[in-house]
């Protein structure tokens, strides 16, 4: 059993390894992923869609706008079957697994900041209680994982790239999608497996993929790949995978048998289908139901309690310390030290 992409066919234990589809607008990546995704469910791997651009609920219909397509689930603000909120992450997670059911959460229309607060707690749920091979895609990967983190980013981050570093054991694959190598995080772009570039134009990315390929010490012609990329057709590319599949080669992804909603190439007539709810309507109404049956809460961490012997340790507190007198620093310490007794009690 294989995953038939069109010019490349994968092993089907593709589905829980690590992908990045890297291309610019409109050369195919989002195309490239839901070719992927048909792929899983015709060898019933389910996978989720993390989805700011709003175009994968195209997966439940036919190649022709018209007919039914794969049973996916979407939630969502517009094209959706169940209404999504920013405090749904973890319940949204617990369904699926406890269903096993594949889904779409379009995300598009909330504010940046509900997007990476519901990722971030559907990522770590998830993590926490998968127990089948599951694939996840995420659109925009730089909203969530970018090359700088600060403030209120950090949950997100950590919630995301440990999806990415620790799903494998989970039996959890993950493939980031995006238009750029450089904003995406380095640390976490070199950890995956399998990069799939398409077309793009930008040199700000060369330094970016530069540094997977020495990170993976793949064999390979760089330069005849980077001067490659600024003419490739769309829905041609490259797969570099020196680890998993042991390849390097240019490749025609196949055509999509759902359809693909480019609004660019549809034009004004636009109409927007009505989505029929093929054979997910058992799982939307018990979803959508207060009494519907919860898949056991994942355990919670044990709080962190820091050793009071450790206290001077911090680098942090080092230069504070070195100004408070002894005597006062021995009492500070010794209330620290009765504090901790009873907490630990």
């Not at 899983?40 to 190649?63: C, E, Q, S, T, Y």
């Not at 440990?162 to 976490?188: C, E, F, P, S």
């Not at 769309?234 to 992804?253: A, N, V």
Request: proline share 6%; charged share 25%.
């Amino acid at each position: 059993m294989s995953l038939n992409l069109g010019s490349i066919q994968l092993p089907l234990n593709a589905a829980t390894k690590t992908f990045a589809i890297l291309a610019k607008r409109g050369a195919g990546k989002s195309y490239t992923g839901a070719v992927l995704a048909e792929e899983l469910h015709k060898n019933n791997v389910p996978f989720v869609v993390f989805d700011p651009i709003d175009v994968w609920w195209g997966l439940r219909l036919a190649k022709n706008g018209k007919d039914k397509g794969l049973p996916v689930v979407v939630f969502g603000l517009e094209h959706a079957d169940i209404p999504l909120t920013r405090d749904i992450g973890r319940e949204i997670a617990q369904a699926i697994v406890q269903e096993n059911v594949s889904c779409v959460i379009s995300t598009f229309g909330m504010p940046k900041v509900a997007q990476r607060h519901l990722i971030a707690e559907f990522a770590e749920e998830l993590l926490n209680i998968n127990n089948l091979p599951r694939h996840v895609f995420i659109e925009e990967a730089h909203e969530f994982i970018p090359q700088r983190v600060s403030g209120a980013l950090g949950k997100t981050f950590n919630a995301v790239s440990n999806l990415v570093v620790m799903g494998r054991n989970r039996g959890i694959g993950v493939t980031l999608i995006n238009q750029r190598a450089a904003t995406i995080n380095k640390d976490v772009l070199t950890q995956l497996d399998t990069l799939l570039a398409f077309r793009n134009v930008s040199p700000q990315d060369r330094k970016a993929l530069k540094e997977w390929v020495e990170f993976h010490a793949a064999e390979g012609d760089f330069e005849a790949f980077m001067q490659s990329l600024p003419s490739l057709p769309t829905g041609e590319g490259w797969i570099w995978s020196p680890e998993f599949l042991g390849i390097f080669k240019r490749i025609k992804i196949r055509e999509r048998e759902t359809f693909h909603p480019d609004r660019e190439a549809i034009g004004d007539a636009f109409v927007m289908p009505e989505l029929d709810q093929v054979d997910v309507q058992h799982f939307i109404e018990r979803f959508s139901r207060k009494d519907k049956p919860q898949a056991p809460p994942s355990k919670p961490s044990a709080p962190y309690r820091e050793d009071p012997r450790a206290i001077h340790s911090h680098p942090e507190v080092i230069n504070l310390l070195g100004q408070i007198p002894r005597s006062l620093l021995r009492l500070l310490q010794r209330c620290y030290c009765r504090w901790h007794e009873r907490l630990s009690a």
